[in-house]
């Protein structure tokens, strides 16, 4: 065994005379023939005799201590994007033919012997140009089959797929109590179905980008979704498939090109790093002068088969759900990281240090639900909500930031956009896979799921799934309009700039809206799951159109929202007009058309630093999520209210002046939360259209 850098002998040293047992095995089993194990455990051999296998076949490295990740320059050398080529066009076109892995490396093989130069240098520009095809960023949704206990719940399958169209058909309860059904459509990169075999998640996924990391790119492969939707499931599969597509490269066209496969397992829980692969010892992050993010401590080691990184892989995962502080509920608080570095030295030899060249990232993220637990009881249990909630959101805007090639990258936002910050920068892929259950019980998860992914391909400039949608159909969740709205605003604010304010704070906002305290959070009211969104939303719509008094709980949510004079001016005056009919729409848009809009150059003006400023983003976006669950909540509270008046307006005898009194305040608090949130949300939106604005202008 041969070992460079640090060498410490682990904890499991049985498990590394096993494991050189197992692979003499393969080398005795395979002879003069490179042997490959696919996902079945079935070997599969290759025609040629691989040098390098054997040479490295004892290898395996620990590497301990500092592990930097960023201070090696990635570097790709010409020879090796020859051959690079050479297997991309052979591998797809023979993939596309229908060979099998045993065809494959047995017709690749000879078809590699045979290229000439000029054939070469044609598969060079052909690839060059596939590899630019590979998307920059990918959003896919699988969807796992309904389990035993959905199944004795008789819990429906709600979710409808055809080809890479999704609709949720969420069962609904009008005021009456009579039932209806809701759909909501999505259109994403790929849907892969119940009946997708992981084989098939991976071809859909990692398997196009595993050849671009030997071409200096970082690509990252994200599993979103609530508990128990199959994150893991459909996670662990991938990094030993894609450990055997990058030894085979490693081993046959780039044999002997001095590429060494190092791995490494990580875990990120309450905002803390934790070795998978090492006990779970606590790791620290550090930032050292040139901003370069280093893991003190992580345990990196050298790979040369796949079998011992199957070994690896399992020893991570069961660490992550036996660990110390305990069993699944952990597991899904936990953000686990998996990566697969691919180095070379600079003379291809191992005299010198290695660089990195390419890197692939495996990410099982925490449960998408725990980020709503930020109202629960337990202190311990909001902060970690609150860390993953960040962290989830500091994801969606990195990943934005990149698909719009923006130059600064927000990934201070949270601990695991900064851990990632190296797959976040240069030329790097992001795959995220979004995990859905198709139960009726679970819809509004799965809603909150399909959302986010909406949304992180939805705010891409090479975006085309609305596009792709009929006309005629409602392209988007028929609930949350995101996009039009924005555009809407925008278009208002332009129009009309007729407030201006004398004092203004570092965003360029009036200075009164910066003291704007966040809603008040009624935290032992709030469930710690996200309830009933969709049936505010609905009896929203149904008002919308009716304006009443406001009552004076409604004022005095006013006052906390913070609104300028003017606003309060206008509020008054609406609040004056009882019996107007005036809309809450159209209200809210005379509100908001006297607030100044701030163009980028005010930013720039008044030293905006993007990394505080998401900081302060993130923590808006949470304040208004906060305030929409409030929302639907007193939402539903008014709703029993009506229910009850009803009850009431159908015994005999009622008085009529009460049903009307009663149900004259119902409509007003209803007009007023919706106004408040429509405030509330229409700030944000211009927050982050300014934020926007001033990132892609260049800073
Ligand atoms: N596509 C699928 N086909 C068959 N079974 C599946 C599929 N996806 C998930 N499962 C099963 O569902 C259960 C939950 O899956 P899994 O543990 O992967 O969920 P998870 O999203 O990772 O949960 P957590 O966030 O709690 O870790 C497991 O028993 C798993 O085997």
Redesign the pocket.
């Given at each position: 065994m041969s070992v460079v850098g640090k060498r410490q002998m682990p904890r499991f040293s049985s498990t590394v005379h096993h494991q050189r047992q197992s692979s003499d095995n393969v080398i005795l089993d395979s002879s003069s023939h490179g042997r490959w194990f696919n996902s079945s455990g079935f070997a599969q051999e290759f025609g040629t005799r691989s040098s390098s296998l054997r040479k490295n076949d004892d290898d395996r490295v620990w590497t301990s201590g500092l592990l930097d990740l960023h201070s090696f320059d990635t570097e790709l050398l010409p020879e090796m994007y020859d051959a690079h080529n050479d297997y991309l066009s052979n591998h797809t076109l023979l993939r596309g033919q229908g060979f099998d892995e045993f065809e494959l490396g047995n017709k690749f093989a000879q078809s590699s012997r045979s290229l000439t130069d000029s054939n070469l240098i044609k598969s060079v520009t052909t690839d060059k140009e596939r590899a630019n095809n590979v998307a920059k960023i990918k959003v896919v949704v699988?969807k796992?089959?309904l389990?035993k206990k959905e199944i004795a719940k008789k819990e429906e399958d709600i979710i409808t797929i055809d080809s890479n169209f999704l609709t949720v058909h969420e069962r609904k309860l009008k005021v009456d109590l009579t039932e209806y059904v809701e759909k909501h459509e999505f259109v994403f990169d790929a849907v892969l179905k119940?009946d997708v075999s992981n084989d098939e998640v991976y071809a859909e996924t990692v398997e196009p980008v595993v050849p671009l990391i030997f071409q200096r790119t970082k690509a990252t492969c994200f599993a979103y979704?609530q508990?128990?939707?199959?994150?893991?499931?459909?996670m662990q599969p991938l990094p030993l498939k894609a450990s055997q597509d990058i030894l085979r490269l490693m081993h046959h066209t780039y044999r002997n090109q001095g590429f060494q496969l190092f791995v490494s397992f990580f875990e990120i829980y309450g905002g803390k790093l934790f070795d998978l692969l090492n006990d779970r010892k606590k790791l620290c992050m550090r930032e050292d002068g040139k901003q370069q993010v280093c893991i003190v401590g992580l345990q990196e080691y050298r790979v040369s088969k796949v079998e011992t990184i199957k070994e690896f892989i399992e020893r991570g995962n069961a660490t992550r759900s036996t660990g110390t502080t305990g069993a699944?509920e952990e597991?899904?608080r936990s953000h686990a990281i998996l990566q697969l570095c691919i180095k070379r030295s600079a003379d291809g030899t191992e005299s010198k240090p290695a660089r990195i060249v390419g890197k692939l990232s495996f990410i099982?993220l925490a449960?998408s639900e725990r980020g709503a637990d930020t109202t629960d009881n337990d202190k311990q249990t909001r902060i970690e909500g609150a860390e993953i909630n960040k962290s989830l959101l500091a994801l969606k805007e990195c990943i934005r930031a990149l698909d719009n090639d923006q130059g600064h990258i927000p990934f201070r936002g949270s601990k695991l956009t900064e851990v990632l910050r190296d797959s976040f920068v240069g030329d790097s892929r992001t795959v995220m896979i979004s995990?859905i259950s198709p139960s009726s019980g679970s819809s509004e998860h799965t809603l909150n799921t399909l959302r986010y992914a909406d949304r992180v391909k939805g705010l891409s400039k090479g975006n085309s799934s609305r596009r792709d949608l009929p006309s005629s159909s409602n392209p988007r969740d028929s609930t949350v309009l995101p996009g039009p709205s924005v555009v809407s605003h925008e278009a208002t604010f332009e129009d009309e700039t007729t407030y201006v304010s004398s004092e203004r704070n570092r965003f360029g906002w009036p200075k009164q809206l910066e003291r704007e305290p966040s809603p008040p959070n009624n935290v032992d009211r709030v469930p710690s799951t996200r309830m009933g969104g969709n049936l505010a939303s609905s009896y929203s719509d149904s008002q919308k159109g009716q304006r009443g008094s406001q009552s004076d709980r409604a004022g005095n949510e006013f006052d906390y929202l913070g609104l300028t004079n003017e606003q309060d001016r206008m509020r008054k005056t609406s609040k004056r007009a009882d019996n107007n009919q005036l809309s809450a729409v159209e209200e809210k848009r005379k509100i908001e058309s006297r607030i100044k809009h701030v163009d980028a150059s005010h930013f720039a003006a008044n030293h905006f630093d993007p990394d505080d400023d998401l900081n302060a983003l993130l923590k808006e976006e949470e304040d208004l999520v906060t305030a929409h669950r409030r929302q639907v909540e007193e939402t539903i509270d008014i709703v029993r209210e009506e229910m009850n008046l009803l009850v009431e307006a159908d015994q005999p005898g009622n008085q009529l002046d009460d049903y009307i009194s009663k149900l004259n305040t119902i409509l007003s608090q209803k007009a007023a939360g919706i106004f408040q949130l429509q405030t509330q949300l229409a700030q944000f939106q211009r927050r982050l259209n300014e934020y926007n604005v001033f990132i892609s202008s260049g800073n």
């Open positions: 699988r796992r089959p389990n119940e979704g508990t128990g939707s199959g994150k893991t499931y459909t699944n597991s899904s099982d449960g995990c």
